[in-house]
């Protein structure tokens, strides 16, 4: 396929509505768009907002699921240059006051209800917001109750149909590629949240290197329950499908029966999720009765039998995605259709095009040959730094221009990337460091062993000793323990070996609100 020529997000809608115009492009509830009927919608809710005071530089935060308001709003906001943000959809209101007052937001839209969180409810305790929200000043509802004096979603077109088409145009010519388009908030589980600030054109260059890499087109249809706030949501998923003339198919909020019926109806190619929602796929009662076949590839993170499962429900060509939403989501990613089996589940890919990366001693910032396990450092595609943190921004970033990642990994031969934890998972038992990935890499691959994961444990001796938590696969006989036992002494130096054991049911797993694994968590088994 080629490459857009566009490098503003205004000019990408304009110039795939002149390629693809009659295909689909966004389906979301009764909703279906093409992609002129997407653009066409765009620029309404932008002139509506336009008439409300939005232009370049205005903070625009949405708050609600997967809905296709979500992705309207967020494309207007861009459009007029200003600066979406993405608020996670499992805040709390001290979370929620937070990020609107961090970002000098001066826009939220939402939705009154997501799950059992109720927005409104939240807004209330943040009264009075003159005093604690003091740059807020519109709050635009979705769905038919208002918040107090907030507008109609549907009202924002009504109110933009006065505004002339040169009023919009001139606010896109004035963008630039290099312009801040996003701004994304990192979870904030360990200090308050990051705001990412990230670009027009990485948007788009990014994204169209990522669905290269897993051969999308036009013919693509991708299944989306991942929260669009989410960085694989707004960033790697959405951008991928936009680039390429493909279609997003939304799914408010999973619900692994609901998402059965998306991929079987909608004959969705690409799946785009966490492990944990494959895996209540396969064990839904509904799953004998859906039809996959239609499911192609698509991008998903976990060790090799959670990879495996995903290709089990269908996604044969699954890639192995690695990256920090402070580089677009993605800067590393396995080619699930042209890579070797083992580098697509044991290791996370090559660098997509463009991206300039390192691996270098931590502490040094010596570089580091094949095979060797360091620092991994990314220079092109990462954002331009967190919004209104220099102390933050000092750290991040090395003096020559690299983002320091504070994940490990090292390269092999073949050039590929091999993932092994965040720098602060690194186990420090007795004065050594342990990387907890090169234990558990042996631990997967024990028969009767399903997941393993591998922690320090506070000890008044050592500092710190190495537990090993293990999801068993079926029956396991009283002897399971030792023969884990005998295979990692067979394998690992003595400082290595795992001095616990903790045998959990998989449901039992912490997990953050995005699905993925809660390590730090991992400490309350011992």
Not at 28 to 51: H, M, N
Not at 295 to 312: D, F, I, K, M, Y
Not at 365 to 379: D, F, N, R, S
């Given at each position: 396929m080629q490459m857009p020529e566009s490098r503003t997000i205004p000019a990408l809608l304009l110039e795939q509505e002149t390629r693809f115009g009659d295909r689909e492009a966004l389906v979301g509830g009764d909703l279906r768009l093409t992609y002129r009927q997407l653009r066409e919608k765009v620029r309404a809710f932008a002139k509506g907002l336009s008439a409300h005071g939005v232009g370049k530089g205005t903070r625009v935060a949405?708050?609600?699921?997967?809905?296709?308001?979500?992705?309207?709003?967020?494309?207007?906001?861009?459009?007029?240059?200003?600066?979406?943000?993405?608020?996670?959809?499992?805040?709390?209101?001290?979370?929620?006051?937070?990020?609107?007052?961090?970002?000098?937001?001066?826009?939220?839209?939402?939705?009154?209800?997501?799950?059992?969180?109720?927005?409104?409810?939240m807004l209330g305790e943040l009264q009075p917001h003159a005093e604690n929200l003091p740059a807020l000043k519109t709050i635009i509802h979705v769905g038919p109750e208002p918040y107090q004096d907030s507008i109609p979603f549907e009202a924002v077109y009504s109110r933009g149909r006065g505004v002339p088409d040169h009023t919009l145009e001139k606010a896109e010519a004035a963008i630039s590629p290099r312009d801040?388009?996003?701004?994304?908030?990192?979870?904030?589980?360990?200090?308050?949240?990051?705001?990412?600030?990230?670009?027009?054109?990485?948007?788009?260059?990014?994204?169209?290197?990522?669905?290269?890499?897993?051969?999308?087109?036009?013919?693509?249809?991708?299944?989306?329950?991942?929260?669009?706030?989410?960085?694989?949501?707004?960033?790697?998923?959405?951008?991928?499908?936009?680039?390429?003339?493909?279609?997003?198919?939304?799914?408010?909020?999973?619900?692994?029966?609901?998402?059965l019926r998306l991929i079987h109806e909608e004959r969705c190619t690409l799946y785009y999720g966490t492990p944990n929602m494959a895996q209540a796929m396969m064990e839904h009662p509904d799953r004998p009765k859906r039809d996959l076949s239609s499911l192609r590839s698509g991008g998903a993170t976990g060790t090799p039998a959670q990879l495996q499962r995903v290709a089990e429900l269908g996604a044969k060509e699954i890639c192995h995605i690695y990256g920090l939403t402070e580089t677009y989501g993605n800067c590393n990613v396995s080619d699930g259709k042209l890579d070797p089996r083992d580098k697509v589940f044991e290791t996370v890919g090559r660098p997509l095009d463009g991206v300039i990366q390192r691996i270098v001693h931590p502490e040094t910032l010596a570089p580091l040959q094949a095979g060797e396990v360091g620092e991994i450092q990314v220079k092109r595609y990462v954002t331009i730094g967190y919004y209104k943190d220099e102390d933050k921004n000092a750290a991040a970033f090395t003096s020559d221009g690299f983002f320091r990642t504070g994940d490990l990994g090292f390269v092999d031969e073949d050039g590929y990337l091999h993932f092994r934890g965040r720098i602060k998972e690194m186990i420090k038992t007795g004065g050594i460091n342990v990387a907890p990935a090169e234990v558990e890499e042996i631990l997967v691959r024990?028969?009767?062993?399903?997941?393993?994961?591998?922690?320090?444990?506070?000890?008044?001796?050592?500092?710190?000793?190495?537990?090993?938590?293990?999801?068993?696969?079926?029956?396991?006989?009283?002897d399971f323990e030792e023969r884990l036992r005998e295979a990692l002494r067979a394998e690992l130096a003595s400082y290595k070996l795992p001095r616990e054991f903790r045998f959990v049911e998989e449901s039992a797993l912490p997990l953050t609100s995005t699905g993925k694994l809660h390590k730090d968590k991992l400490v309350t088994f011992f």
């Amino acid at each position: 396929m080629q490459m857009p020529e566009s490098r503003t997000i205004p000019a990408l809608l304009l110039e795939q509505e002149t390629r693809f115009g009659d295909r689909e492009a966004l389906v979301g509830g009764d909703l279906r768009l093409t992609y002129r009927q997407l653009r066409e919608k765009v620029r309404a809710f932008a002139k509506g907002l336009s008439a409300h005071g939005v232009g370049k530089g205005t903070r625009v935060a949405i708050l609600m699921g997967n809905k296709p308001e979500w992705v309207i709003a967020d494309l207007a906001i861009c459009s007029l240059g200003g600066i979406m943000v993405a608020v996670n959809t499992w805040v709390t209101a001290r979370e929620l006051g937070y990020i609107l007052k961090h970002s000098d937001a001066d826009m939220l839209i939402l939705g009154r209800r997501f799950l059992k969180y109720d927005y409104f409810n939240m807004l209330g305790e943040l009264q009075p917001h003159a005093e604690n929200l003091p740059a807020l000043k519109t709050i635009i509802h979705v769905g038919p109750e208002p918040y107090q004096d907030s507008i109609p979603f549907e009202a924002v077109y009504s109110r933009g149909r006065g505004v002339p088409d040169h009023t919009l145009e001139k606010a896109e010519a004035a963008i630039s590629p290099r312009d801040v388009t996003y701004l994304l908030y990192t979870s904030g589980s360990t200090s308050t949240p990051k705001g990412v600030q990230l670009q027009h054109y990485a948007l788009i260059e990014n994204m169209w290197h990522l669905g290269n890499r897993m051969h999308v087109t036009e013919q693509d249809r991708l299944w989306l329950a991942v929260s669009l706030y989410w960085g694989l949501g707004c960033e790697n998923a959405l951008f991928n499908l936009l680039t390429h003339g493909g279609c997003i198919v939304l799914q408010e909020f999973f619900e692994a029966g609901e998402a059965l019926r998306l991929i079987h109806e909608e004959r969705c190619t690409l799946y785009y999720g966490t492990p944990n929602m494959a895996q209540a796929m396969m064990e839904h009662p509904d799953r004998p009765k859906r039809d996959l076949s239609s499911l192609r590839s698509g991008g998903a993170t976990g060790t090799p039998a959670q990879l495996q499962r995903v290709a089990e429900l269908g996604a044969k060509e699954i890639c192995h995605i690695y990256g920090l939403t402070e580089t677009y989501g993605n800067c590393n990613v396995s080619d699930g259709k042209l890579d070797p089996r083992d580098k697509v589940f044991e290791t996370v890919g090559r660098p997509l095009d463009g991206v300039i990366q390192r691996i270098v001693h931590p502490e040094t910032l010596a570089p580091l040959q094949a095979g060797e396990v360091g620092e991994i450092q990314v220079k092109r595609y990462v954002t331009i730094g967190y919004y209104k943190d220099e102390d933050k921004n000092a750290a991040a970033f090395t003096s020559d221009g690299f983002f320091r990642t504070g994940d490990l990994g090292f390269v092999d031969e073949d050039g590929y990337l091999h993932f092994r934890g965040r720098i602060k998972e690194m186990i420090k038992t007795g004065g050594i460091n342990v990387a907890p990935a090169e234990v558990e890499e042996i631990l997967v691959r024990q028969a009767g062993v399903k997941l393993a994961f591998v922690v320090g444990v506070p000890d008044t001796t050592r500092d710190e000793i190495i537990g090993a938590v293990v999801v068993a696969e079926g029956k396991v006989g009283d002897d399971f323990e030792e023969r884990l036992r005998e295979a990692l002494r067979a394998e690992l130096a003595s400082y290595k070996l795992p001095r616990e054991f903790r045998f959990v049911e998989e449901s039992a797993l912490p997990l953050t609100s995005t699905g993925k694994l809660h390590k730090d968590k991992l400490v309350t088994f011992f």
